[in-house]
Every structure is written in C-alpha cells, then in structure tokens.
C-alpha cells in the first residue's frame, strides 16, 4: 500500500507544479528528479543525460515533424475547399444533408493530417461560413465540427499514435493499420447520430434547392481526387511494404507541396509559414517527450511501476474493470491536459499494468487515443473547442454544449472497441500475416 500512497502524492506533485504555470518539460524533469533523489541511489545527472540522449535518435521520432509539416502544408491549401465542392453533391440526399460534410470532410483531412486541431480548424475554416449562409443550426454545425475534429488523432497517419508508439516501444506502422476500422466506427456513429437528430429536428434543417444529377456530381466529385492521391500514398506505400511510416511522411509532405504548387497556392510565404509552424509545434512535442523520458527513467530506477504492477495484479481485477477504471482517470485527466500530454505523462505507469493484465498493447494504443480524444471537446482545456469558438465567434459555454453529444459518442466508441477488440486487432494481425 505504501507504493501508492507515493504514486499519489507525485500524482499531486506533478499537478502543483502543472497548475503553478511551469512548462510541461520542465515539470516533467522536476517530478522525475524529485523520484530519483528520494526514492533512488542512481545519479540525477547521468540519468537526466543518457534518457534524454536515448529517446532523441529514435528514427521513428522522424516521422512527427513530417506529419506535422503535411498538416501545415494542407492547412494553407484549398485541398478543404475542394472537399466541400466535391461532397456536397453527394450529401444533399442524406437526412441531415450538408452537415454530413463536417464529418466525411474531417474524416478525409484527418487520412492526410494527423492532427485533430489542424483537421477542425482547416475544414471549419470553409464549411462553418458555407453552412451558416445556407440557415444550418449553430449547434449541430459547431458540434460536428469539435467532434469530428478529433479523428485526426485516431484515423492514420496520427502523431499521436506515433507517440504512443515510441512510448510503448511498438510498430507505428501497425498502430496506424488498427486505426483504420475504428476510425469508421466513429464516423459512423457520428453521421448516425446526425440522421436521428435530422428526424427529431426535420424543420431546423433547411431545403436544398439545387439537387444535381448523377453525372454533375460525379464530375464535382473530380475535386476529391488530390487528397485521395495523397492518402493512397502514404497509407498505400506502409500498407504494401514499400516505405516505413517515417518514408511515407516524406512522400506525403513531397506530393502535399507539389499539389499546393499545382493549385496554386504555394508560395514563399506560405512555405516558410508552414515550414515554422512545423518547427514551433515539433519542438513542443519533442521537449514533452523527452521530459517524459527522463520521468520513466526516473520511475524505472525506483521501481514505481513494478510495484504498482504488482499491486494492482493483486487486487485481481478484470481487465474490464482495469479498462473502466482507466477510462474515468483519462476522462478527469483530459479536463486539464490535452492528448499528448496525456500519453507521455501516463505511459510509464499505466504500460505496466496493462502488460501484467494481459492486454494487447496495440489494441490498448487504440483504446487510449479514443478516451484521450475526448479531451480535445472538454472543457476548460479543450483545444477544439477553442478552435470553434474562434470560427463561429460563440462563447467557449456555448461551443461545449453543442459538442456534449459526441463526447458520449465517443464514451459509446469505447465501449464498443472494449467489447469488439478485434476491431483494433484483425487489420495488424493481417499485415504480420503477409
């Protein structure tokens, strides 16, 4: 019992120093030398420079700027745009019509992506105006866009996957094939939610005058063909063999810079632009994780974990109850961090355990980046949310609201990956396969 009521009080250490304005690295680095210095003989210094060094040459570590740059890149093009004149079209027959373009538009982007903030403010920035003119409800607007926007963290290339995956010491490119059905889990429950409110709402949704033929829409659909090549080759080039996921960033960072030369909206500016704004949010994610690296190695030295382990496969819980437990502590945890955070934060305590229960630390990634993608619809730190509101012009109270209904969709997606794990599993285990 002792070993916990030290996990709790470094729990506590580390929220004060969160709470007292100190950067994320730094209070990771501090709460790791608190942990080395009175739980471990192992000097600080040599500790502090060997993790550091370690976790910095990981060459999956490569992909992550790349990623970063593509959603840059995409983010200064007219690919959104495209998106919309190219969906429309199809979505005007279905109950809830254009609104459907918030989540096949968000779901498309996030193929490409990799970031949840980039994914609602590229496809919000066209479709929030577009809808707004056309007498579409606020709510149902602003409320897809902040749950849509969180499949950039789930549907492949994800960064966050790829930082679970060096956290958890685990194929990448597998992480990202396991995303792949849940991702249209969510996209299916989102687009099925908006038919039932459409049916419990039919007068708030307007009437689309303009309803184009078979072939009209076929030929609008032309403008969905850049992105489509950009998905085949990234996802393309991992799923054959032909490229690591840090080769397939390359690829798509070389055919985003072509396209938005093509479209026409590549230019020096908007090179450098992309090019620094890749750097600053790198350089976040990069000081986090070495910060957490430098924790887990401090943790390791005394021992925390294992004896956390051993506890808790003491108590003889089900996995379930493992799971659900877990579930509520990253619902609470991701009211105060975003998702990243979340991940580099708990990797080293939280991998232990689920190891000693038995679970599959693939299908566990996929299970986390889902609970963590509620943080970014729950307030007070929700990164989408205050996206929204800097689109629509709404109070953060406002914005909340409306996406209540997709964190409990996204509560729903838990459980179903909880009780169907194959979902996570059967595309990875078809690759080892091959």
Same mark, same amino acid.
């Given at each position: 019992m002792e070993h916990v009521l030290i996990y709790l009080l470094l729990v506590i250490v580390l929220f004060v120093l969160l709470s007292s304005g100190i950067w994320i690295p730094f209070s990771l680095i501090g709460l790791g030398w608190i942990v080395i210095y009175f739980f471990s003989d192992a000097p600080i210094g040599t500790v502090l420079a060997s993790s550091i060094w370690g976790s910095s040459y990981s060459w999956e570590l490569a992909a992550l700027p790349l990623f970063i740059w593509l959603g840059e890149i995409l983010f200064r093009s007219r690919l959104s745009e495209d998106m919309f004149t190219g969906l429309a079209p199809w979505m005007s027959y279905l109950p809830g019509k254009l609104v459907h373009i918030n989540i096949l538009g968000c779901a498309i982007f996030a193929a490409v992506s990799g970031s949840s903030s980039a994914t609602a403010a590229t496809i919000g920035k066209i479709t929030m105006p577009e809808l707004k003119? +056309?007498?579409? @409800?606020?709510?149902?607007?602003?409320?897809?866009?902040? #749950? *849509?926007?969180? =499949? !950039?963290?789930?549907? $492949?290339?994800?960064?966050?996957?790829?930082?679970?995956?060096?956290?958890?010491?685990?194929?990448?490119?597998?992480?990202?094939?396991?995303?792949?059905?849940?991702?249209?889990?969510?996209?299916?429950?989102?687009?099925?939610?908006?038919?039932?409110?459409?049916?419990?709402?039919?007068?708030?949704?307007?009437?689309?005058?303009?309803?184009?033929?078979?072939?009209?829409?076929?030929?609008?659909?032309? +403008?969905?063909? @850049?992105?489509?090549?950009?998905?085949?080759?990234?996802? #393309? *080039?991992?799923? =054959? !063999?032909?490229?690591? $996921?840090?080769?397939?960033?390359?690829?798509?960072?070389?055919?985003?810079?072509?396209?938005?030369?093509?479209?026409?909206?590549?230019?020096?500016?908007?090179?450098?632009?992309?090019?620094?704004?890749?750097?600053?949010?790198?350089?976040?994610?990069?000081?986090?994780?070495?910060?957490?690296?430098?924790?887990?190695?401090?943790?390791?030295?005394?021992?925390?974990?294992?004896?956390?382990?051993?506890?808790?496969?003491?108590?003889?819980?089900?996995?379930?109850?493992?799971?659900?437990?877990?579930?509520?502590?990253?619902?609470?945890?991701?009211?105060?961090?975003?998702?990243?955070?979340?991940?580099?934060?708990?990797?080293?305590?939280?991998?232990?355990?689920?190891?000693?229960?038995?679970?599959?630390?693939?299908?566990?990634?996929i299970y986390l980046v889902v609970v963590v993608e509620m943080s970014s619809i729950t307030p007070p730190v929700g990164f989408n949310l205050f996206i929204i509101q800097g689109l629509s012009g709404e109070d953060i109270f406002t914005v909340a609201k409306a996406s209540i209904p997709f964190f409990f969709l996204l509560v729903i997606a838990v459980a179903i990956i909880v009780a169907f794990p194959d979902l996570a599993t059967f595309l990875p285990e078809q690759m080892t396969q091959r």
């Open positions: 003119k +056309r007498g579409y @409800p606020d709510t149902i607007v602003m409320g897809t866009l902040a #749950g *849509s926007g969180t =499949l !950039g963290l789930l549907i $492949p290339p994800s960064i966050i996957l790829i930082v679970y995956g060096v956290a958890a010491e685990q194929s990448i490119a597998r992480l990202f094939i396991a995303g792949i059905l849940p991702g249209l889990v969510l996209v299916s429950l989102f687009m099925g939610y908006v038919v039932i409110w459409t049916f419990l709402n039919p007068q708030k949704i307007p009437k689309e005058k303009v309803h184009m033929n078979l072939w009209d829409s076929i030929y609008a659909a032309r +403008r969905l063909i @850049p992105v489509f090549l950009l998905i085949i080759g990234i996802m #393309g *080039s991992i799923y =054959l !063999g032909i490229a690591s $996921p840090t080769d397939a960033a390359a690829v798509g960072v070389a055919l985003s810079l072509f396209l938005s030369w093509v479209m026409g909206t590549l230019s020096w500016r908007t090179f450098i632009e992309g090019v620094m704004g890749a750097i600053r949010t790198s350089c976040m994610i990069a000081f986090i994780l070495l910060g957490a690296s430098f924790l887990t190695a401090a943790m390791g030295f005394a021992g925390i974990p294992r004896d956390l382990a051993t506890w808790i496969g003491s108590l003889n819980l089900s996995p379930y109850v493992l799971i659900a437990a877990l579930t509520v502590f990253f619902i609470v945890l991701g009211c105060f961090l975003d998702g990243i955070s979340i991940v580099v934060l708990t990797a080293a305590v939280i991998l232990p355990m689920i190891e000693s229960s038995g679970l599959n630390l693939i299908w566990f990634g």
